[in-house]
């Protein structure tokens, strides 16, 4: 098992560059008791932050989820892309199982999801069956979810694709993979 100190993994990094005025800023970090702050400045000295446990044991099972997250979540840097940690996959299953892991590790809580941050799409069934059919298998509360209306309709439920607006979390998970997957 490998330990990931994210103190470590954010030292000299900077942000991906701003999709409106392509600067980029130095990340720093600031322990506390259990966690890691981790932030940066804009050029108005804007402080953007957000806490971190202080390090990761990078298990077989964290080690799939950022794996699958990496197959299956953002990549793109073009735009804003760089500001959404997204994921997305029409298996429940699998679904669950890497929100859980990143719950598990503190990376993304759970409980902290805003409502209709979960985006169903390319669904056949009416919004109501596939909000009740992934609410039921995520086990999670339907005002989470967001049915969106669109020309391709691949299956009854659709595909679930979890969108976090969250800048630090999507760079964090890069910076890992880079160093370690």
Known sequence: MVNIIL?????????????????????????????????YKTKSNRKISRIFPKKLN???????ALGFIKGEGANALGKSNYRRFTLTNADPKIMLFVLKELDKNNLLKISNLKREAIHLLHHNKSDSEVINYW??????????????????KTSDYGVCHVYVSDVLLRRVIDLIHEKFL
Request: glycine letters at 2%.
């Open 58 to 64: 990078l298990t077989p099972k964290l080690a799939y």
């Open 7 to 39: 103190k470590k993994i954010v030292k000299n990094k900077k942000t991906y560059p701003s999709w409106s005025t392509g600067s980029t800023y130095f990340l720093e970090s600031k322990e506390k008791e259990e966690n890691i702050e981790i932030y």
């Open 135 to 152: 609410s039921r298998n995520l086990n999670l509360p339907k005002k989470l979810f967001k049915c969106f209306e669109d020309k391709n």
